[in-house]
């Protein structure tokens, strides 16, 4: 969000050089700066022992693609605790292991992504009412079933690395 108006006493602001930051709104009553501020997410790819991953369908986002395990962080709480949140409202899993897997800027919605890999054994997933469905698929469809690859897609760079991640362990696998 961009500030043109003081949240704390509605004066319009200026624009004044705030260091090395550049021109940033300021208001001049309350002599303080108003940096753009913006929400963060956090988004996971979760996976099984079988390099199985879960897919959601959430029609509120999209009748044809499906999408990650994500949500807001709620103020006050660390990316991981959400992340083991989100997992745990949207597809009634605990992870037993949570990775970063890098930031991620959805210029669409103006937020910040934190992304995860996250472990869990195959089970049965247990839906919150925002998922319309969920479904484990073998990852190496992931791609036929989320959005495009695009420099705002968050879930498909989360996917990239994880699938280079498998590449990359089968062939440290020795040769028998």
Not at 92 to 106: D, I, M, P, Q, R
Request: overall charge negative; aromatic content about 14%; glycine content about 6%.
């Amino acid at each position: 969000m961009h500030y043109y108006y003081c949240p704390e006493c509605g004066n319009k602001l200026i624009n004044k050089q705030a260091g090395d930051d550049g021109l940033t709104p300021f208001c001049e009553n309350c002599n303080k700066y108003w940096f753009d501020s913006f929400s963060t997410c956090v988004i996971i790819l979760v996976t099984n022992e079988f390099n199985e991953v879960v897919l959601l369908k959430q029609s509120y986002l999209s009748d044809k693609y499906c999408t990650l395990v994500a949500g807001y962080m709620i103020p006050g709480e660390n990316a991981e605790n959400a992340a083991r949140r989100e997992v745990k409202e949207e597809i009634g899993v605990e992870l037993e292991s949570l990775n970063y897997a890098g930031t991620y800027w959805f210029e669409q919605k103006n937020l910040l992504m934190v992304g995860f890999i996250g472990k869990v054994q195959k089970c049965e997933l247990k839906l919150s009412k925002e998922v319309d469905s969920a479904f484990w698929v073998k990852w190496q469809l992931v791609p036929d079933y989320i959005f495009p690859e695009h420099p705002d897609n968050a879930a498909y760079a989360i996917y990239k690395k994880y699938a280079n991640q498998i590449v990359q362990a089968r062939e440290m696998q020795p040769i028998c």
